[in-house]
């Protein structure tokens, strides 16, 4: 029962990369060596769907859409690009004193036309302190190194488009008639760029009787600016939420991880520990944002605050649970429940009023 459809779909989506490397080794005398790698890549995703809805059917003998009447439709066109050229060197001397250093450029598609580039550089450093001559007397160390980083990282997971005002259809009416027609559906943002993410990394690996024993240990911070986020609008601009870059936030936090290889012959046994905490913080939200509710079907349910971690929950706080018809009936207010009852959350009354 009910209205009989067909409906008929295709859909393609092709990614293709293109790589090119270049390397050079190189080991010099007086325990030098050098790696360095220079490279262009290039990447393309094009999708496309087609749609088609027919209704209407006479009977059950024709089973594709042309048996009906065709009553909608859709097609979808999309592809985004990217272009990258990297960088890297690559140095140690007597396996004891280690750098790294990179650069990248990417272009994206996504991006505004004035601002679709973004430069990544990084760098770390490294101290092999076991190899040091001054540690041959420690039989039982294998490996103490000592290591530090920095380097920036870009985002562009967007939507396709998101810095272009797109149009949509809309119908409106004429003389009395619908007429179709095509309004603005998204703003224009030729500025949006990058979200880039700045991370600074200290950690110390060891390793102990014959790597019976290992471990490693890290403190990070990374500060993520330039957000990707879609903000609130005022509804006089004719839209309700705008794709821009925006804000400050920090993560910062230690991981440390320890195994021990009890038994190594036929019957092994290693024991893994591991500990991380971490800490997110919003620093910024930009000279006019306080704040950036999450708005869904039910409302907000999330929110982005400065002072506090992104995307926390947002509601009311919850008292317990309503046990009586009593209880109801003595409380100050219910503001999620017009009619509550036994077994239903209460709120709490956070201002006194």
Same mark, same amino acid.
């Given at each position: 029962?009910?209205? +009989?459809?067909?409906?008929?779909?295709?859909?393609?989506?092709?990614?293709?990369?293109?790589?090119?490397?270049?390397?050079?080794?190189?080991?010099?005398?007086?325990?030098?060596?050098?790696?360095?790698?220079?490279?262009?890549?290039?990447?393309?995703?094009?999708?496309?769907?087609?749609?088609?809805?027919? @209704?209407?059917?006479?009977?059950?003998?024709?089973?594709?859409?042309?048996?009906?009447?065709?009553?909608?439709?859709?097609?979808?066109?999309?592809?985004?690009?990217?272009?990258?050229?990297? =960088?890297?060197?690559?140095?140690?001397?007597?396996?004891?004193?280690?750098?790294?250093?990179?650069?990248?450029?990417?272009?994206?598609?996504?991006?505004?036309?004035?601002?679709?580039?973004?430069?990544?550089?990084? =760098?770390?450093?490294?101290?092999?302190?076991?190899?040091?001559?001054?540690?041959?007397?420690?039989?039982?160390?294998?490996?103490?190194?000592?290591? =530090?980083?920095?380097?920036?990282?870009?985002?562009?997971?967007?939507?396709?488009?998101?810095?272009?005002?797109?149009?949509?259809?809309?119908?409106?009416?004429?003389?009395?008639?619908?007429?179709?027609?095509?309004?603005?559906?998204?703003?224009?943002?030729?500025?949006?760029?990058?979200?880039?993410?700045?991370?600074?990394?200290? /950690?110390?690996?060891?390793?102990?009787?014959?790597?019976?024993?290992?471990?490693?240990?890290?403190?990070?911070?990374?500060?993520?600016? $330039?957000?990707?986020?879609?903000?609130? %609008?005022?509804?006089?601009?004719?839209?309700? %939420?705008?794709?821009?870059?925006?804000?400050?936030?920090?993560?910062?936090?230690?991981?440390?991880?320890?195994?021990?290889?009890?038994?190594?012959?036929?019957?092994?046994?290693?024991?893994?520990?591991?500990?991380?905490?971490?800490?997110?913080?919003?620093?910024?939200?930009?000279? $006019?944002?306080?704040?950036?509710?999450?708005?869904?079907?039910? /409302?907000?349910?999330?929110?982005?605050?400065?002072?506090?971690?992104? /995307?926390?929950?947002?509601?009311?706080?919850?008292?317990?649970?309503?046990?009586?018809?009593?209880?109801? $009936?003595?409380? +100050?207010? $219910?503001?999620? =429940? +017009?009619?509550?009852?036994?077994?239903?959350? @209460?709120?709490?009354?956070?201002?006194?009023?």
């Amino acid at each position: 029962e009910g209205d +009989p459809f067909g409906q008929s779909s295709s859909a393609q989506g092709i990614n293709w990369l293109w790589e090119n490397t270049l390397n050079y080794n190189k080991s010099f005398s007086g325990g030098h060596k050098l790696d360095a790698l220079l490279g262009y890549t290039s990447q393309k995703q094009s999708n496309e769907l087609n749609l088609v809805f027919a @209704r209407n059917f006479p009977d059950d003998q024709v089973t594709t859409v042309s048996g009906g009447i065709v009553t909608g439709g859709n097609s979808v066109q999309e592809e985004w690009s990217l272009v990258s050229a990297l =960088a890297r060197i690559n140095y140690s001397f007597k396996e004891r004193y280690l750098f790294t250093g990179t650069i990248r450029s990417d272009r994206s598609s996504r991006f505004g036309s004035d601002n679709q580039t973004g430069i990544f550089p990084s =760098a770390s450093v490294g101290w092999r302190i076991g190899n040091e001559p001054f540690m041959d007397g420690f039989d039982a160390l294998n490996e103490l190194k000592l290591r =530090a980083s920095y380097g920036v990282t870009g985002n562009f997971e967007i939507p396709n488009y998101g810095a272009i005002g797109l149009l949509q259809s809309s119908n409106y009416i004429l003389d009395n008639q619908i007429v179709n027609g095509i309004v603005p559906q998204t703003l224009t943002n030729r500025n949006l760029s990058w979200e880039s993410t700045t991370s600074f990394d200290i /950690g110390l690996d060891f390793a102990f009787l014959q790597d019976r024993i290992y471990g490693t240990f890290d403190y990070y911070r990374n500060l993520t600016t $330039d957000l990707l986020l879609f903000v609130s %609008t005022p509804a006089s601009s004719g839209f309700q %939420t705008a794709l821009t870059n925006i804000g400050e936030v920090e993560n910062r936090g230690f991981e440390a991880s320890f195994t021990s290889r009890n038994l190594v012959g036929d019957f092994k046994w290693e024991t893994d520990f591991n500990f991380s905490a971490n800490t997110n913080e919003v620093l910024a939200l930009g000279p $006019d944002a306080d704040e950036i509710p999450a708005r869904g079907a039910a /409302g907000v349910r999330h929110i982005t605050q400065v002072g506090h971690p992104i /995307g926390s929950y947002y509601g009311y706080v919850t008292d317990g649970i309503y046990q009586s018809q009593e209880e109801i $009936d003595n409380a +100050p207010f $219910d503001t999620q =429940a +017009p009619d509550p009852a036994p077994g239903d959350i @209460r709120f709490k009354d956070v201002d006194g009023d």
